[in-house]
């Protein structure tokens, strides 16, 4: 089945520690995205990569570093610049026609501090 | 830049009864809008799009919404939900014309339904 794929689902973060979260997606797209779900707030974008070995930031891109060398893959790292990263972090894509597409989203990873 | 405000955090109803959520976008030019609904326990999907034409678009289980461009809503309704409509629905906005593909939020409407 084609789909995106997030690891782990849980990951836990020391203090000073940098932490990088995983994304893959087998559904040959162009774009990728990061978003970070807080409750009460929906989801906020991150990051984005709208082709590889390029990336923007996203609205709330501080504390946070991503790459994108490989097509199918869009790595997060979640750097001790991130003085609150306990959240809900997403990974979406989505083929990139000409006009809007939907994104399609993993199940995510859990982010705690200890 | 856009924003989406979703005005109920949470809505409790009974089966069989009618739905209807609120969704209002900010932003000066046309957008593309977007319902997804997230279940208890999966990822994150789409319900419904509206990019341009008919104003009322059909989405999955029987969801529909509705784009008022004079009051730049698109509400989600359903004639009569169901206890596997429990879930939490997002709305979403990408503007048009400015390459940008990333969606921006609301905040969510949590909603339960009871047998």
């Known amino acids: 089945d084609g789909g995106i794929t997030q690891s782990p689902k849980y990951l836990f973060r020391k203090e000073g520690q940098n932490v990088t979260l995983s994304c893959e997606q087998n559904?040959?797209?162009?774009?990728m995205y990061w978003y970070r779900q807080d409750p009460g707030q929906g989801l906020r974008l991150i990051y984005y990569?709208?082709?590889?070995?390029?990336?923007q930031k996203g609205d709330i891109a501080e504390g946070y570093s991503v790459s994108r060398e490989k097509k199918e893959s869009f790595p997060l790292t979640v750097t001790s610049a991130q003085k609150n990263p306990t959240a809900f972090y997403l990974c979406?894509?989505?083929?990139?026609?000409?006009?809007?597409?939907?994104?399609?989203f993993g199940d995510g990873t859990r982010l705690s501090i200890l | 830049a856009q924003s989406v405000s979703q005005h109920n955090h949470h809505v409790i109803l009974s089966e069989a009864a009618s739905l209807e959520l609120g969704c209002n976008y900010s932003?000066?030019?046309?957008?593309?809008l977007f319902w997804y609904v997230q279940y208890p326990g999966q990822h994150l999907q789409l319900l419904l799009k509206?990019?341009?034409?008919?104003?009322l678009v059909k989405g999955i289980k029987g969801f529909e919404a509705e784009f008022i461009k004079s009051k730049f809503s698109f509400n989600l309704r359903k004639p009569s939900v169901q206890w596997s409509d429990t879930a939490e629905y997002f709305c979403?906005?990408?503007?048009?014309?400015?390459?940008?593909?990333?969606?921006?939020f609301g905040s969510g409407t949590r909603l339960q339904v009871q047998p």
């Open positions: 979406a894509s989505s083929i990139d026609l000409k006009g809007p597409q939907p994104q399609h």
């Open positions: 559904l040959n797209h162009d774009a």
């Open positions: 990569s709208q082709i590889v070995n390029d990336f």
């Open positions: 932003y000066g030019g046309t957008v593309n």
């Open positions: 509206y990019f341009s034409g008919d104003p």
């Open positions: 979403a906005v990408t503007p048009r014309g400015t390459g940008r593909r990333a969606l921006t």
